[in-house]
């Protein structure tokens, strides 16, 4: 068993900021990518920003220059930490990871149960 647990999330006025963390725990060998993705009422789930093992980013178009994903990985805990924010930023955020489980439990890839953030003055 493989559980993502997302925290952070809130209410913040226009260029606030928020951190959100993402824990991983259960039969974790290691973690490959892991990534943080949103979704507005009425609107597809996104990408936000990944993050591979070694540290590699990448970041979605519409919040580049404004969130810092990253992750420590003695912890299996991904952040995203969150500045300027915008109203259009309102969703719920999850984060999805890439698991290799222990023994021959071969490789999970699952989501959280997601993070409301709303961006409101």
């Known amino acids: 068993q493989v559980q993502l647990v997302e925290s952070g999330g809130g209410r913040v006025q226009p260029g606030g900021s928020l951190r959100l963390s993402c824990a991983a725990s259960?039969?974790?060998?290691?973690?490959?990518?892991m990534g943080w993705y949103r979704q507005a009422p009425g609107k597809q789930r996104e990408l936000v920003a990944a993050?591979?093992?070694?540290?590699?980013?990448a970041y979605a178009d519409s919040v580049k220059g404004r969130f810092t994903i990253s992750r420590d990985n003695a912890k299996n805990t991904m952040y995203l930490q969150m500045n300027s924010l915008k109203p259009e930023d309102t969703a719920v955020y999850y984060c999805?990871?890439?698991?290799?489980?222990?023994?021959?439990?071969?490789?999970?890839?699952?989501w959280g149960q997601g993070t409301q953030v709303t961006v409101s003055s």
């Open positions: 999805n990871a890439e698991v290799v489980r222990v023994g021959a439990g071969g490789l999970w890839s699952g």
């Open positions: 993050i591979t093992t070694g540290g590699s980013t």
């Open positions: 259960g039969s974790i060998f290691s973690i490959n990518g």
